[in-house]
């Protein structure tokens, strides 16, 4: 069975610039949560979305944004590009993302902004 | 704020050995723990994972135990492999969705 997926698995941008990451959840599941995982740290939670809604958000400025698919899959969009802005960027899915319920991380998308 | 974190930065142990990776937590209406292992350029991988109403639980070469008197969690592995050899998590929920990840515990296993 396919686990979660994203795309693209690494990314160079320059300052300024915007970029749009994907991720497709494990079939079956409806929620999608992003991360941020700055090098040597653990990951940062930035949002979690479910049925299309955005249930919560991390501290993150607005420059973070995403959305959720129909189909469950999301885009996580993230304008004016500073250099603190490199990380692994980690999706993860569950089925409801309820309490108590386990999260499946993706392979990350590995974000350079130069 | 509150937070959660680990003791150790990094724990060297030797093929065969059992490994204990701790973990601290502060807050007190967290109810559900897990840890995850993550191997460089990859996602964390899902280990095992624990609810406030238990103290103790076991998978495959692991168990995790739980202290909700001192806010402490461990991570025990049996017979530590080479394979082993990653960066170890713990999470724990503070807000019904949202993972609190500490710094991380780097594994390493000698031969």
């Known amino acids: 069975d396919a686990g979660v997926t994203q795309s693209p698995t690494h990314l160079i941008k320059t300052r300024g610039q915007h970029v749009t990451l994907r991720c497709s959840p494990i079939?079956?599941?409806?929620?999608v949560s992003w991360y941020q995982q700055v090098l040597g740290q653990g990951p940062q939670f930035i949002f979690q979305?479910?049925?299309?809604?955005?249930?919560g958000r991390g501290n993150f400025p607005d420059r973070f944004s995403a959305r959720q698919f129909p189909n469950y899959s999301s885009e996580l969009n993230v304008n004016a590009l500073l250099l603190g802005d490199s990380a692994l960027y980690l999706c993860?899915?569950?089925?409801?993302?309820?309490?108590?319920?386990?999260?499946?991380f993706g392979p990350g998308t590995r974000l350079l902004v130069l | 704020g509150e937070s959660v974190g680990l003791h150790l930065p990094t724990l060297s142990v030797q093929e065969g050995d059992n490994s204990i990776i701790n973990c601290a937590y502060s807050?007190?209406?967290?109810?559900?723990f897990i840890w995850y292992k993550q191997e460089s350029g990859k996602g964390p991988q899902f280990i095992i994972d624990?609810?406030?109403?238990?103290d103790k639980r076991q998978g495959q070469r692991v168990t995790v135990l739980l202290n909700k008197t001192v806010k402490h969690l461990s991570l025990q592995i049996a017979a530590t492999q080479p394979g082993d050899s990653a960066v170890y998590f713990c999470?724990?929920?503070?807000?019904?969705?949202?993972?609190?990840f500490g710094k991380g515990t780097s594994l390493l296993v000698t031969p």
């Open positions: 993860a899915s569950s089925g409801k993302g309820q309490a108590g319920e386990t999260q499946y």
């Open positions: 079939s079956g599941h409806k929620s």
């Open positions: 979305y479910y049925e299309k809604e955005e249930r």
């Open positions: 807050n007190s209406a967290s109810d559900y």
């Open positions: 624990i609810r406030s109403n238990m």
């Open positions: 999470a724990e929920t503070f807000s019904g969705y949202a993972l609190n």
